[in-house]
T-cell receptor, first 110, second 116 residues
């Protein structure tokens, strides 16, 4: 069936470096994507979203890129900090139902 | 900043018992959701709720599950007869007024359910 998936289960970066977390989706009709951060023992926390009429959106230290041609989106975190260590999920909003990917665990080395 | 709250944070129950998980969504939100996350796995949609009725439910949300908005602030998930495989984190979420497919969903901290 159609799904939302992530390329890598884990990512380790040095503090201060930029992080890039990738996500692929299969439904070409998908039009609303969200990135969530989940710290251990907590609920998913909204980071940033993007709709299909855009290919880039920026927040505070985060940027989401959407490539509809190859059905790929990425989350870029600038100047990664220890507090960014968490599992990051991309999710697709399908008519109100969120379909989550598997998650990428980001570890930040001091 | 408004947030979704959930109680209890942890619940241990015996197989076959009924449990009720409680949520207080963000106060001006109109759409409510339950998701679950089995340990080490991804978050899975269970059910969405709007205008006092279920909008959509997943295959997981069988007859053992029910949801209710008993008053103007609470949103509950009931599991009538718990099974071992119901052990998971259960997250409540809510979203605003523009429509479920266009609004950001905000999640609560979750209830960790352990069925023995």
């Amino acid at each position: 069936g159609e799904s939302v998936g992530l390329h890598l289960p884990t990512l380790s970066v040095q503090e201060g470096d930029n992080s890039i977390i990738n996500c692929a989706y299969s439904n070409s009709a998908s039009d609303y994507f969200i990135w969530y951060k989940q710290e251990s023992g907590k609920g998913p926390q909204f980071i940033i979203d993007i709709r299909s009429n855009m290919d880039k959106r920026q927040g505070q230290r985060v940027t989401v890129l959407l490539n509809k041609t190859v059905k790929h989106l990425s989350l870029q975190i600038a100047a990664t900090q220890p507090g960014d260590s968490a599992v990051y999920f991309c999710a697709e909003n399908r008519g109100g139902k969120l379909i989550f990917g598997q998650g990428t665990e980001l570890s930040v080395k001091p | 900043e408004p947030e979704v709250t959930q109680t209890p944070s942890h619940q241990v129950t015996q197989m076959g018992q009924e449990v009720i998980l409680r949520c207080v969504p963000i106060s001006n939100h109109l759409y409510f959701y339950w998701y679950r996350q089995i340990l080490g796995q991804k978050v899975e949609f269970l059910v969405s709720f709007y205008n006092n009725e279920i909008s959509e439910k997943s295959e997981i949300f069988d007859d053992q599950f029910s949801v209710e908005r008993p008053d103007g602030s609470n949103f509950t998930l009931k599991i009538r007869s718990t099974k071992l495989e119901d052990s998971a984190m259960y997250f409540c979420a809510s979203s605003g007024i523009a429509g479920a497919s266009t609004e950001t969903q905000y999640f609560g901290p979750g209830t960790r359910l352990l069925v023995l």
